[in-house]
């Protein structure tokens, strides 16, 4: 080291002294921009992200076209990778599986050879063993790339370009779909059919002030590559395409097979998009093994290469509609399509777009790839041209050209200034064979110079003209329409039709035999159910430190109402308690209620039956049981609590009221003044100056009051008329002998 040299610093000069939230904040923002443009969301232009249009475009600089012979997906995979996509074999592998499969894509843009997968969810072979090319579809998307229609930009490593967009001669966004997650946002997008795409982009070209109710004249809904039925309002689509969010309820189609003896079965020849057939299979299985679906006997998979699965009924009285209504609400035969069209626009910038902001997105496209082309093809002609105005010199001078071609030194400089021509001119006049200087070449230049003056003119007149630029998109999509319009890939697949509206838990308790039970409900929480009475409680076995909780009769075929202390109700269907064999099973295993919460009551669901309900702060209100049946494991929320505990909930056995506060005061008044409410915080039902409610007794008046003392015996209450009064009164204390515990009843 000479002295003129520094030494380096001790930290190499690479810590930067920086908030460690600032720096994260930084990298995070530019890793999520990364994902959001580079990786996750389709451009609406092609419809394609970056590794979609980078296989494509590879695959075109091979010269897989469709007529040529298919080559090795790892050639094709090495090259993205190695050119274009700094990412892993198997991510573009996966990307390139997806282009080609007809049951994922509704226009597929490559023509897979070998194991692509199947609907089942298998996977497809390894890329050594496949081999790939391209569709006519994906020709459509980059027609005229080498004519200056799109914008290229370098590679990762600016060895290579690659196209920014491809020029897509369809509306392939909502052609093919696209489904992605990046951060903070995602995209959904089902497919259509482009030949009622294409119709609605005529539409708007010819109306552009066209509405999306317009538009959904020419496309009817999305088209899935496997079919369905679709089954969506059509007012719920026109917003989903207005808003460019919402959702489509697609349905598996199917039909009935009958059989000898009445008999008949349920045969489904299309699932939704994007359900695995062989999961849907063990799904259906385990309804049967469960005992969910009561009314499906049997399923069993037949299929080939055609979608066949036979569904058996449980008896053949059964309705083939209600079976089908009852599978659709418990399996994938029906599924919800999320739609979500977050796209990215001509700048790079993701947003939620309509179905009219992306078909005029995708026109605009069009019309700058015909304006880059006709100007590419006009500086084309406008060359030619000039040589073809050279060389008709020869044949104007053709013995003076030879005469400089043979006896001049430097004849291409004679010729630039003898006949005042270009330096390329000359070099095209120099290049002319002997035997082109024939009468017949002469007339062919002069034939060719013609027409490419004639073609000069129509380009010129089209890049000066809007509305024949317009009229040119127009066109081209007529001509894309006839090409995709033809065989089985451009007919409709995913039919419409109005959901039918069947009770099906009144059709599948008919289903249900009727027995007798007992269910046993103990303090913490396990509940079982066995068959007949329970004669002798004490007989019952808990777990050690457990014991009896609630003791109701029911029926197999009634539904299990259960009153939480926080004011919710659930709803368990009986046939389906656990058998009472063993110890039961927790009931938090099958409802969402939290450790603090305590069940108040536990009763079998009554129609049109009445109950009372109120709360420790000495609210309350008259309930119609029909209210409270939940179908969710969270239940139904139904009583404002406001802090304190609920209380009773009591059945609607009288006429009177009789409540008595923790002061011992006891206030009885006619039910009446209770108002009926599907849910709330009720009414007051007496005042208080400390405490609260403390128990509730509902009695007819013709059977008079009383109580319970802590023995059991029922003491009567002749007197109960001197404690009459008003609603939300503060009472009289209460008669001598009433229970020290202060309750109609003992606890518990």
């Known amino acids: ?47 394609l992200k970056p590794v979609h249009r980078r296989l494509l475009y590879a695959m075109r600089l091979l010269r897989l076209d469709p007529q040529s012979s298919a080559k090795k997906c790892a050639r094709v995979v090495g090259d993205v990778i190695g050119k274009y996509h700094p990412h892993g074999d198997v991510a573009v592998y996966d990307a390139l599986v997806r282009l080609a499969q007809d049951f994922a894509q509704r226009y597929p843009l490559i023509d ?11 996977n497809a072979a390894a890329m050594r063993y496949t081999e790939c090319r391209l569709t006519d ?22 060895e290579e370009e690659e196209p920014v967009v491809l020029p897509a001669a369809f509306p392939n966004l909502l052609a093919n779909g696209a489904s992605g997650i990046a951060v903070g946002m995602a995209t959904s997008i089902p497919p259509h059919n482009a030949t009622e795409l294409i119709d609605a982009c005529l539409l708007l070209l010819q109306r552009p002030d066209a509405t999306t109710a317009d538009l959904l004249e020419r496309v009817q809904g999305p088209d899935f590559p496997t079919g369905g039925v679709i089954v969506e309002s059509r007012a719920s689509m026109l917003e989903t395409y207005e808003t460019g969010r919402g959702g489509v309820r697609v349905r598996a189609r199917w039909n009935i097979e009958r059989l000898d003896r009445g008999g008949w079965r349920i045969v489904v020849t299309e699932i939704p998009y994007q359900v695995q057939k062989s999961r849907l ?17 049997d399923v069993r998979d037949e299929s080939t290469e055609d979608v066949r699965l036979v569904l058996e009924p449980k008896s053949r009285t059964v309705e083939p509609e209600h079976l089908m209504e009852s599978l659709f609400r418990l399996c994938d035969l029906e599924n919800r399509f999320p739609v979500n069209m977050n796209v990215l626009d001509k700048s790079s910038t993701p947003g939620v777009m309509g179905l009219k902001p992306a078909l005029l997105a995708f026109l605009d496209h069009r019309r700058e ?28 001078n053709l013995d003076e050209v030879i005469r400089i071609v043979r006896f001049e030194d430097e004849p291409k400089a004679k010729l630039i200034d003898f006949f005042s021509i270009s330096e390329t001119q000359a070099d095209a006049i120099l290049n002319t064979r002997l035997r082109q200087l024939a009468k017949l070449e002469e007339m062919e230049l002069r034939r ?43 007919k409709r697949r995913s039919t419409f039709s109005d959901a039918p509206t069947i009770d099906i838990p009144q059709t599948s308790d008919a289903f249900v035999q009727r027995e007798a039970i007992t269910i046993i409900l103990s ?35 009634d539904k299990l109402v259960l009153f939480a202390s926080d004011g919710r109700f659930f709803t368990l269907p009986c046939d389906k308690l656990p058998s009472a064999r063993g110890q039961g099973e927790p009931l938090r295993l099958m409802l969402d209620i939290e450790d603090h919460v305590k069940l108040v009551s536990v009763f079998p669901y009554r129609a049109g039956r009445k109950r009372v309900v109120s709360s420790t702060g000495g609210y309350g209100f008259v309930l119609n049981e029909d209210d409270v049946l939940a179908n969710r494991k969270a239940g139904k929320q139904v009583v404002n609590v406001d802090g304190g505990a609920a209380l009773t909930c009591l059945e609607v056995e009288g006429d009177h009221l009789a409540v008595v506060g923790d002061n011992g005061k006891i206030l009885i008044f006619p039910l009446s003044e209770l108002p009926d409410m599907p849910r709330g915080k009720g009414v007051k039902l007496q005042s208080y100056r ?52 202060k309750r109609f009843r003992p606890k518990g």
């Open 1 to 47: 080291m000479t002295k003129h040299e520094q030494p380096p610093p001790e930290d190499g000069g690479r810590i930067i002294d920086e908030p460690l939230s600032e720096a994260l904040s930084r990298r995070y923002l530019a890793y999520a921009l990364s994902t959001i443009m580079n990786r996750a969301l389709p451009d609406v232009r092609d419809g």
């Open 112 to 122: 897979g050879q070998g194991n692509f997968g199947n609907i089942d969810g298998d």
């Open 137 to 158: 579809a994906a020709q459509l998307l980059l027609e005229g790339i080498d004519e200056d229609a799109v914008d290229f930009r370098p590679t990762y490593d600016g």
């Open 281 to 297: 299979v063990e799904q259906l299985a385990s309804l049967i093994e469960l005992k969910k679906a009561p009314l499906l006997g």
């Open 369 to 396: 790839v015909n304006q880059r082309r006709a100007r590419w093809r006009l500086g084309k002609i406008e060359a030619r041209l000039h040589i073809l105005d050279g060389l008709l010199i020869v044949f104007l």
């Open 448 to 490: 060719e110079h013609a027409e490419l003056s004639a073609e000069r003119d129509g380009l010129l007149a089209l890049l000066a003209s809007d509305d024949a630029q317009w009229a040119k998109v127009a066109d081209d999509l007529r001509s894309v329409r006839e090409r995709l319009s033809g065989g089985v890939t451009g």
């Open 523 to 557: 303090e913490r929480g396990w509940i079982r159910a066995t068959k007949g009475k329970v004669e002798d409680p004490s007989e019952l076995k808990f777990k050690e430190g457990d014991r009896l909780g609630f003791l109701v009769p029911a029926e197999t075929t």
């Open 690 to 741: 400390e405490g609260g409610l403390r128990d509730v007794l509902v009695f007819a008046a013709e059977e008079g009051a009383g109580w319970n003392d802590s023995g059991g015996r029922r003491r009567d209450w002749k007197e109960w008329r001197d404690w009459l009064g008003k609603r939300a009164a503060a009472g009289k204390a209460a008669p001598k002998g009433f229970p020290v515990s």
